[in-house]
C-alpha cells in the first residue's frame, strides 16, 4: 500500500501568512504525529493523535499552531501568522499503536 | 523529560569499512524503545533498527547491529561492510513504551566514500 504522504511539499509563505499542511497516513494507521525539523537539527515532536483524539500538544511551540484530525485518518497541521522562525520542514509520522512510525517526505517552510 | 546524545556531528569511512556511530540517552523510565533512522539526501526518514528496553539481546538487521548497554545508557549502531548508499544523516531516537512521540538526537552525518 501506499505510504504517507504530505502536500504541499514545498511552501512559500510572507511572514504574517496563515499556512495548512496536509498529511494522509498509511490506513489503518490509529496514530499520527507531527514534528518540526529546522536545519542541520534532528527532528522536534510537536503533536500526537489516537484516532481523533489529539492525546498530547506539548510541543507545539506557540498558540500559532493547531492540529487537527477530525476522522482519524487525514491531518491538518496549522500555523497562523507566521514568522520567519516557523520555517523548517514538517514532518508527519504514522504508526499502528506500539509500532514503529512511518514518515512522509515532510514540508518544506519557508517564511519570507 | 528523555535527553538523546549524538556525539559525532559527521563521520566518514572508506566503503566496505566497519562504522560505529554512538548515542547516548537520558531517562528514569524503565519501558522504552530505542530507534535508528537513516535520513538519505533530500529523502524520507527510514526506521533502520530497533531495541526494545527489556530485551537483552542487542538488534541486529542484516548488516547493522546495535551495542545496547541498558545501565549505561548508551545504544550504538554498527554499519558493517559499509556502501555508498548508506551515505546519509543517522538520527538516534528514543520512545517511552507505548505509544508516544519520538525524542531524536541531532544526528550524525555519515559519509562513505568510494
Known amino acids: 500500500g501506499a505510504g504517507v504522504s504530505q502536500s504541499p511539499r514545498y511552501k512559500v509563505a510572507k511572514r504574517g501568512q496563515d499556512v495548512a499542511l496536509r498529511c494522509d497516513p498509511i490506513?489503518?494507521?490509529?496514530?499520527l504525529f507531527w514534528y518540526q525539523q529546522a536545519l542541520g537539527q534532528g527532528p522536534e515532536f510537536l503533536t500526537y493523535?489516537?484516532?481523533?483524539?489529539?492525546?498530547?500538544k506539548s510541543g507545539l511551540p506557540s498558540d500559532r499552531f493547531f492540529a487537527e484530525r477530525p476522522e482519524g485518518s487525514v491531518s491538518t497541521l496549522k500555523i497562523q501568522r507566521t514568522q520567519q522562525e516557523d520555517s523548517a520542514v514538517y514532518l508527519c509520522?504514522?504508526?499502528?499503536?506500539?509500532?514503529?512510525?512511518?514518515f512522509g517526505p515532510g514540508t518544506r517552510l519557508t517564511v519570507l | 523529560a528523555q535527553t538523546v546524545t549524538q556525539s559525532q556531528p559527521e563521520m566518514s569511512v572508506q566503503e566496505a569499512e566497519t562504522v560505529t556511530l554512538s548515542c547516548t540517552y537520558d531517562?528514569?523510565?524503565?519501558?522504552?524503545?530505542l530507534f535508528w533512522y537513516k535520513q538519505p539526501p533530500s529523502r524520507q526518514m527510514i526506521l533502520v533498527i530497533r531495541?526494545?528496553?527489556?530485551?537483552?539481546q542487542n538488534a541486529t538487521e542484516n548488516r547493522f547491529s546495535v551495542n545496547f548497554q541498558k545501565a549505561a545508557k548508551s545504544f550504538s549502531l554498527k554499519i558493517s561492510d559499509s556502501q555508498l548508499g548508506d551515505t546519509a544523516m543517522y538520527f538516534c531516537?528514543?520512545?517511552?513504551?507505548?505509544?508516544?512521540?519520538?525524542?531524536f538526537g541531532k544526528g550524525t552525518h555519515l559519509i562513505i566514500q568510494p
Open positions: 509520522a504514522s504508526s499502528l499503536v506500539y509500532n514503529e512510525q512511518f
Open positions: 490506513s489503518g494507521h490509529v496514530s
Open positions: 493523535f489516537q484516532n481523533e483524539a489529539q492525546l498530547d
Open positions: 531517562t528514569s523510565e524503565n519501558n522504552y524503545y
Open positions: 531495541q526494545e528496553a527489556y530485551k537483552q
Open positions: 531516537a528514543f520512545m517511552r513504551g507505548g505509544a508516544d512521540g519520538l525524542t
